[in-house]
């Protein structure tokens, strides 16, 4: 805003850069704000705890599953701002957390990947303990 202002001082504004680059980057950080405030109205707190001990797969659950070769994968699945594939963390809505979520330990499921269908198993499922108060 300031800088706005500053260059809003120097004279003719249709061919003031500063002035226009900072009505630009007012706009954008606008728009961001007003999606960062919708995202807000709508978002839920979800406490993985919640299911300590579940086999079941539900959003917050650490996975580890197996394909056809054997290889064990674990991943763990978070909110879409949340993941981190380096990490082993994946969106919600990824691929493979459409595909893991509501089953169970020992259920076979079909991922579909851009190189075909692949079998995977799920191996074991885990949550973070409930706090201890």
């Not at 001082?9 to 960062?36: A, P, Q, T, V």
């Amino acid at each position: 805003v300031e800088t706005v202002s500053w260059a809003a001082k120097n004279g003719d504004r249709s061919e003031n850069g500063d002035y226009l680059y900072g009505k630009k980057r007012l706009r954008e950080i606008d728009r961001r704000l007003r999606f960062l405030t919708k995202r807000l109205d709508v978002a839920e707190v979800v406490d993985p705890s919640a299911h300590h001990g579940s086999e079941q797969i539900f959003f917050g659950a650490t996975v580890t599953y197996a394909n056809a070769r054997g290889e064990e994968k674990t991943i763990t699945i978070k909110g879409i701002d949340e993941s981190d594939s380096l990490a082993g963390e994946v969106s919600w809505i990824s691929p493979i957390a459409r595909t893991l979520l509501k089953a169970r330990v020992g259920d076979e499921l079909q991922l579909v990947t851009p190189v075909g269908v692949e079998r995977i198993e799920v191996v074991e499922v885990r949550y973070p303990a409930p706090p201890k108060n």
